[in-house]
């Protein structure tokens, strides 16, 4: 079935340098959304992209929806021990939301 | 403010075993969610309900059952369990705009 494929699975990155995950599809895309999960905790909604090419911040974080609305991007500038934990992306289609397997990001301080 | 909760947070059953966890919103949302998240798979979708009396299948139903009498609860009953069935539960609904509400969480073990 439809499924939005993350990469990289894990990631480590040094506290200060960047991180980007990615998710694509191999279909348009209605919609993405992209969640937090901490070690431990609960899937946390972060936003909602839904336009072609929509770039959308939240304070170090920049979310991406491709022109072609069949991938996105999370980028976070400068990590911080409190970035740790899973990134999901995930569609809204026909009133079931679909997720990606996640990324998890491990920083080093 | 409630929002979602899950009993129990955690649990210990034997194979054959039936059990039930619970999830409870306050916030009258339409749409509820059973997810399971393994290493490895994500979240994967068990079941979901639309409105109270309407429930449906998602990717990995095989082995549970859910039932919806009211808008607010949302049990899912595991009526055999089996080894496979270890793992994390969420329960989540929908917001206004599409945004999902998880609860913390029931971390199942299967024996």
């Known amino acids: 079935g439809q499924q939005v494929m993350q990469i990289p699975q894990y990631q480590h990155v040094q506290e200060g340098e960047d991180f980007t995950t990615y998710c694509n599809s191999s279909?348009?895309?209605?919609?993405i959304q992209w969640y937090k999960q901490r070690p431990g905790g609960h899937p946390v909604f972060l936003i909602q992209?839904?336009?072609?090419?929509e770039v959308k911040k939240q304070k170090r974080l920049t979310f991406q929806f491709g022109e072609a609305k069949k991938n996105s991007s999370l980028h976070i500038t400068a990590t911080q021990t409190t970035d740790v934990g899973t990134y999901f992306c995930?569609?809204?289609?026909?009133?079931?939301?679909?997720f990606g397997k996640g990324t998890r990001l491990h920083i080093l301080p | 403010d409630a929002g979602i909760t899950q009993s129990p947070r955690y649990k210990i059953t034997e194979t054959g075993r039936q059990v039930t966890l619970m999830c409870h919103q306050t916030?009258?949302?339409?749409?509820m969610f059973w997810y399971r998240q393994d290493l490895g798979h994500g979240l994967r979708l068990i079941y979901y309900?639309?409105?109270?009396?309407?429930?449906d299948k998602g990717e990995v139903p095989d082995g549970y059952v859910v039932s919806r009498s009211k808008t607010e609860n949302f049990p899912l009953t595991l009526e055999s369990a089996t080894r496979s069935q270890t793992s994390v539960y969420f329960c989540?609904?929908?917001?206004?705009?599409?945004?999902?509400?998880f609860g913390p969480g029931t971390r199942l073990t299967v024996t």
């Open positions: 992209l839904v336009k072609s090419g």
């Open positions: 995930a569609e809204n289609r026909d009133d079931k939301i679909i």
């Open positions: 279909t348009t895309l209605s919609n």
């Open positions: 989540a609904s929908i917001g206004l705009h599409y945004e999902q509400y």
């Open positions: 916030w009258s949302h339409s749409y």
């Open positions: 309900s639309a409105a109270a009396d309407i429930t």
